[in-house]
């Protein structure tokens, strides 16, 4: 009996396919470098040799990127494609904030949906400690560090849902909105009672799933950004009326 050896996966092909797996579920990020080619090849017990082989066919795919002297980073490839044209446009085209954000409402909304059901012990640790995190960044003055906790625990429900594409279209939407953000919390920051009622609803988004309540945190998710659009809206309504009265104080 002649054996196919074409039916046999390569060494250097399996290990490229754990790669590729832990950059498709998040736990290998855009930026992140590799260990290093020992401890890597130790993790996944294979020899050096394989490692350097798998990892050398993602460089190809483009999910990895090896700089001299510097390690191997992942790429952001799964999410730039999506994210850099939708961030020159929003730039352009004000009367896209709306539909981004009415895509942003059914994206959370689901992801927040599914994280109170399929969430692990693991997933709930961590969210724990975003939200505290993003709680002590609330009651701080910097607001970067308040912007980058509340992204950091939005991507964090959304790779609870534990939907390969939900995980990285969340993050590819962050990044496409990311001065959006900025723009609303920075406006939210200045008042206090708006303010609170933002970190309330992060506070039910982060219960419901605690909760193992899918309908209740697809709600609260929803809620959120329908308070998040009203502020925006509220805000460019605030900005004209003030860049009309500065043109007529200037006449």
Do not use: C
């Amino acid at each position: 009996m002649t054996l196919n050896r074409s039916a046999v996966p390569r060494l250097a092909d399996t290990v490229a396919a754990e790669l590729e797996k832990r950059i498709l579920e998040g736990s290998l990020k855009p930026g992140d470098a590799l260990p290093s080619e020992r401890t890597l090849a130790l993790d996944l017990g294979v020899s050096r040799p394989s490692l350097r082989e798998a990892i050398q066919k993602l460089v190809l795919k483009g999910l990895l990127s090896t700089r001299h002297g510097a390690g191997t980073y992942v790429t952001d490839k799964l999410e730039a494609h999506f994210a850099d044209p939708w961030q020159e446009m929003v730039k352009d085209h004000p009367m896209l904030h709306r539909d981004l954000l009415e895509f942003r409402q059914m994206l959370e909304s689901q992801a927040a949906g599914l994280a109170a059901e399929r969430a692990t012990d693991l997933d709930i640790k961590r969210l724990d400690a975003l939200y505290a995190k993003m709680e002590l960044a609330y009651d701080g003055e910097d607001l970067a560090v308040s912007i980058n906790a509340d992204v950091a625990f939005h991507q964090a429900i959304a790779e609870a849902a534990h939907n390969v594409l939900i995980g990285h279209l969340t993050a590819s939407l962050m990044r496409a909105i990311h001065g959006h953000v900025s723009t609303n919390l920075e406006h939210l920051h200045t008042r206090p009672q708006r303010w609170e009622q933002l970190r309330a609803q992060h506070r039910a988004i982060w219960q419901a799933i605690r909760e193992r309540n899918p309908a209740k945190a697809e709600q609260a998710a929803r809620a959120h950004i329908e308070f998040v659009r009203d502020s925006i809206e509220h805000n460019s309504k605030e900005e004209e009326r003030r860049s009309s009265a500065l043109r007529r104080s200037n006449d």
